[in-house]
């Protein structure tokens, strides 16, 4: 077997990977379609060569019988490379924090006693879960200095509870900051994608909760912030 004809096998076994992984139908670019996401966009134009010379491969007749170029070992390389790049893509399961490692409160805790222990994690955000373990609200300082500004005489009782403060944890009553609820399998590009658009329309995803069934009302799993994201690259 020659370089040529390993090298067309390939580029099917790209278009077949990214046309399964991606919904792509049989007329569409596999390679226009790689080259416009950002994580390709280093490669764009290698990308493009890969695409020409698989056409002039596949669709120039030979000549005496010989393909009319041969690949190099560097070409097929990089197209085996491109497609385990494609074939590992990180999923938002494997980059979350789990719920045991997270600082979470239930409605039923008491605000008081969670304050002092907010000193100790990375975030001031709190997840605020219900009875069936599916987050509720969010408990940051800006929660508890509004519920402050709102009291007259600036004290909280110690039986306070997060369900008696649901006024304060709500999503609604963060302004610029918004939540998401994502599914464990979701890719972290597509992650990506959805922090990069949440900024574009002035707000800050802040956290992504990772539940089950990837639903708002879906159980607890672990939580993923911009950071996280970041670090994955």
């Not at 070992?73 to 494609?86: A, H, N, P, R, Y």
């Not at 490692?101 to 006693?113: A, H, I, K, M, T």
Request: proline residues 4%; negative net charge.
């Amino acid at each position: 077997m020659t370089n040529a004809d390993i090298y067309i096998q390939k580029f099917k076994e790209l278009e077949a990977v990214v046309r399964d992984m991606f919904g792509l139908n049989d007329w569409d670019s596999v390679t226009n379609f790689l080259s416009k996401r950002e994580e390709y966009a280093p490669f764009r134009e290698e990308i493009k060569y890969c695409q020409e010379v698989r056409n002039l491969l596949q669709h120039k007749p030979k000549i005496e019988g010989e393909y009319p170029v041969e690949p190099t070992d560097e070409m097929i390389s990089f197209l085996q490379k491109t497609v385990d790049s494609l074939k590992n893509r990180r999923k938002c399961r494997e980059i979350m924090v789990p719920k045991k490692d997270v600082f979470c409160r239930e409605l039923s805790d008491p605000v008081r006693d969670t304050i002092p222990q907010m000193r100790n994690i990375d975030h001031n955000h709190v997840p605020i879960l219900n009875s069936q373990g599916a987050v509720a609200g969010m408990f940051t300082a800006v929660s508890f200095l509004r519920l402050m500004a709102d009291r007259k005489d600036h004290t909280m009782d110690s039986e306070t509870k997060f369900s008696d403060i649901e006024k304060y944890i709500s999503f609604d009553s963060h302004s610029t900051e918004i939540y998401s609820s994502v599914s464990g399998e979701m890719y972290v590009d597509e992650l990506k994608e959805l922090f990069e658009s949440s900024y574009a329309k002035g707000k800050r995803l802040s956290m992504v909760f990772v539940t089950e069934g990837g639903i708002k009302s879906g159980k607890l799993l672990g939580i993923i912030s911009p950071w996280d994201v970041l670090c994955a690259e």
